[in-house]
């Protein structure tokens, strides 16, 4: 017979591993830094266009020597009278006394106000009838990040965490420098949507060493430390802009573009997840991580090395069978693992194998994984959309638009941090919760006083406040959100899930732009539209588990204990928590 042991009294305890190795020292500074620097690498290319490719003032250029055949029907004489406008000539004739009125597009082209070197726009023409093709370039970018995150989280799973950061850094530098060269609008839509791909494989992978490298009470830092550097390297990105905004676009792009170049340095320097190693059996690469580490930090290596032993020991273990048995089967509920015999320190164990190779169809296959995913795919999809839509929709700041650029990001950084003090005193499930809730219920109330004292001094005051704070917390939902979904997937599965969560939110991001549409025909649509969808993550977040202080899941059975509560989360001394 085989003895079938309880998996949470064999629960793995990496956290010790990493305390071992002289947790917070030099050598995790390091990494720690190497892995958020991409902020400024994936928000400048993202953001740049907002700089780079402006709409600048223009009016139709003159006539001129123009030809009849441009004139087609309108009739020009001595006596007709032009104005030059954005997109359009009024042509004003006076026949017998009667007025008549004709357009004519910009038929000799633009004159701009600015040099046409400031702004791609400008230097391609693409205003008026091609007023779109610039947008278009960055809704494809956010396509690009559907795929790259869909594909390279999946690479990532597969072949570890910082081959892939590497090469799709790689890959990213050359082409934010390429973009600087485009001589066309087509060219530069088409390395936009690579761009979009490999910003989100370099930022999703680095994003998840980064989560993984910490220890359970210091996971809600990854989200609150990854708010903030996205926010300083959007609020960086104006004053650079503002030096050079005088220089040609070009110039500019290539400028930001340098900060991806540390590329070299991190091919160097950047270790592999130990976790990710770990739960494929790469055991070796542990030891002299930990070694490496070790040193570093000037910690006791022997007992670093005494603890993963002991540790590696218990990832795997769940099952025990007879030293007979080659093959055991242990179901529970809807789930089974498949559990072969392996030796451990020269026994003969049954063994769930933890290096089992998870595909992104496993998250089609297992209902708690699919029940999972499909809630949280949800939720960021809304959260890409209002995010996003609030930009698009709020009143614009009256002043510089440098100025209101850098405003507009200094908002975030107040709802980056408060999650991190939320996360400390209350689950990830709740803080979710509270922040979606905050941001609907914002938002309801902002279009409620938008339609019903709107014209008026004082509502018009209060809905633009009731605007922000929904965007404060859309932010704070986002950074818990960075949090709590790597939280919900097993090892072999995390990046897969935070890649198809990351994949879905661009569908958000691309639907975004016509809300303003939609605020041209009803002005409280887009804020009745966001404040009912938040509303309704609210109410769905409380089916998932709650995360705080639970071991990261290495398979999919312990998804599955997380939903049926057999999981119990670690009390802060360590201990079960049996309540």
Not at 197 to 221: C, D, K, N, W
Not at 323 to 343: A, F, I, R
Request: with cysteine; net charge neutral; glycine share 8%.
């Amino acid at each position: 017979m085989s003895k079938v042991e309880n998996a949470a009294d064999t629960e793995p305890d990496f956290d010790e591993v990493i305390h071992a190795t002289g947790y917070f020292g030099r050598y995790h500074a390091l990494q720690g830094t190497l892995q958020m620097l991409i902020g400024f690498s994936v928000a400048f290319p993202l953001l740049s266009i907002v700089f780079t490719g402006y709409e600048v003032p223009h009016k139709c250029k003159e006539l001129g020597n123009i030809t009849s055949d441009h004139l087609q029907h309108v009739v020009i004489n001595n006596s007709t009278s032009l104005e030059y406008g954005e997109c359009q000539i009024e042509v004003e004739n006076n026949i017998s006394g009667v007025v008549k009125k004709d357009y004519l597009p910009c038929v000799a082209g633009h004159n701009y106000s600015q040099p046409t070197y400031v702004s791609f726009v400008a230097e391609w023409d693409l205003v008026c009838e091609l007023a779109g093709l610039g947008e278009l370039s960055q809704t494809v970018m956010m396509l690009g990040q559907g795929f790259g995150g869909l594909i390279f989280s999946i690479l990532a799973d597969k072949y570890g965490r910082k081959p892939v950061y590497i090469a799709t850094l790689f890959g990213l530098s050359a082409l934010c420098f390429g973009m600087a060269f485009s001589n066309g609008i087509l060219v530069y839509i088409i390395i936009r949507f690579l761009i979009g791909g490999f910003q989100q494989g370099s930022g999703l992978t680095a994003y998840t060493i980064f989560v993984e490298m910490l220890t359970t009470e210091h996971r809600p830092l990854a989200g609150t430390v990854g708010g903030v550097v996205w926010s300083l390297s959007v609020m960086t990105l104006a004053p650079i802009a503002y030096l050079m905004k005088d220089f040609s676009w070009r110039y500019l792009q290539i400028a930001l573009s340098v900060v991806t170049l540390y590329v070299f340095a991190l091919y160097c320097t950047l270790d592999e997840s130990l976790r990710w190693l770990l739960a494929n059996n790469r055991r070796d690469e542990c030891r002299r991580i930990i070694r490496k580490s070790t040193s570093m930090n000037a910690s006791n290596v022997k007992k670093a090395l005494d603890v993963f032993e002991r540790t590696s020991g218990t990832v795997c273990k769940a099952v025990v069978v007879e030293p007979s048995n080659t093959v055991d089967k242990v179901t529970d509920g809807d789930s089974s693992l498949l559990v072969n015999d392996v030796k451990v320190d020269g026994e003969t164990e049954g063994l769930v194998d933890s290096s089992q190779k998870y595909t992104i169809l496993d998250l089609f296959r297992h209902k708690a994984i699919l029940y999972t995913s499909a809630i949280t795919w949800y939720i960021w999809t809304v959260n890409s959309l209002t995010y996003y839509g609030l930009f698009l929709t709020a009143t614009s700041l009256a002043g510089d638009r440098f100025l209101n650029f850098f405003l507009s990001c200094v908002v975030e950084i107040p709802g980056t941090v408060s999650v991190y003090f939320m996360l400390k005193r209350f689950g990830r499930r709740q803080v979710a919760m509270i922040y979606h809730f905050m941001a609907g219920a914002s938002l309801i109330l902002s279009v409620i006083i938008l339609t019903t004292a709107g014209d008026t001094r004082a509502g018009s005051s209060v809905a633009t406040a009731l605007n922000m704070f929904g965007k404060f917390s859309i932010t704070g939902s986002f950074n818990a959100l960075f949090i709590y979904s790597p939280e919900l997937f097993p090892t072999n599965l995390r990046t897969a899930g935070l890649g198809m969560g990351s994949a879905m939110s661009r569908i958000g991001g691309m639907t975004a732009p016509y809300s303003d549409r939609l605020a041209d025909k009803v002005i409280w649509g887009p804020g009745a539209l966001f404040g009912t969808l938040c509303l309704i993550a609210t109410f769905l977040i409380r089916y998932l588990p709650e995360t705080k202080g639970r071991e990261l899941p290495t398979t999919i059975e312990e998804i599955n204990e997380m939903y049926t509560r057999k999981r119990k989360p670690k009390m802060e001394d360590g201990t079960q928590d049996d309540g």
